[in-house]
């Protein structure tokens, strides 16, 4: 069965870090761009970040530039999204999916096709 888990959501203080994870089974992973989404309560989803199947191309909303960076493994079937310097503003439901192209020059969701049940990410003090 195809399917896409996140993991790595919890609750982090302002300034702190997390390591978010994607793991695809059923499927192989490199022949797929992928990108984070997130989507706070009475927010529409939006795109975070991307990377292209070979890992060789990025790319990120303003929001996070700079304080996010996205890679992947895929030996391991997995791409992450190291997330740095996090802010309140960050908090939402953080999700992970695939787009039907090696290539990624664009983060809109109606363009992914997968999707991952998605992992709570909540900034506070």
């Known amino acids: 069965q195809v399917q896409l888990v996140e993991s790595g959501g919890g609750l982090v203080q302002p300034g702190g870090s997390l390591r978010l994870s994607c793991v695809a089974s ?10 984070w989404f997130r989507q706070a309560p009475g927010k529409e989803r939006e795109g975070v970040s991307c990377i292209s199947s070979s ?48 290539d990624c020059y664009t983060i809109v969701p109606r363009q992914y096709d997968n999707w991952g049940q998605g992992t709570q990410v909540t900034v506070s003090s």
């Open 26 to 35: 059923g499927f192989t992973l490199n022949e797929y761009a992928i990108g």
């Open 55 to 102: 890992g060789s191309s990025t790319y990120y909303t303003n929001s996070v530039k700079g304080r996010f960076t996205i890679s992947r493994d895929n030996a391991k079937n997995t791409v992450y999204l190291q997330m740095n310097s996090l802010k309140p503003e960050d908090t939402a439901v953080y999700y992970c999916a695939t787009r039907g192209r090696r």
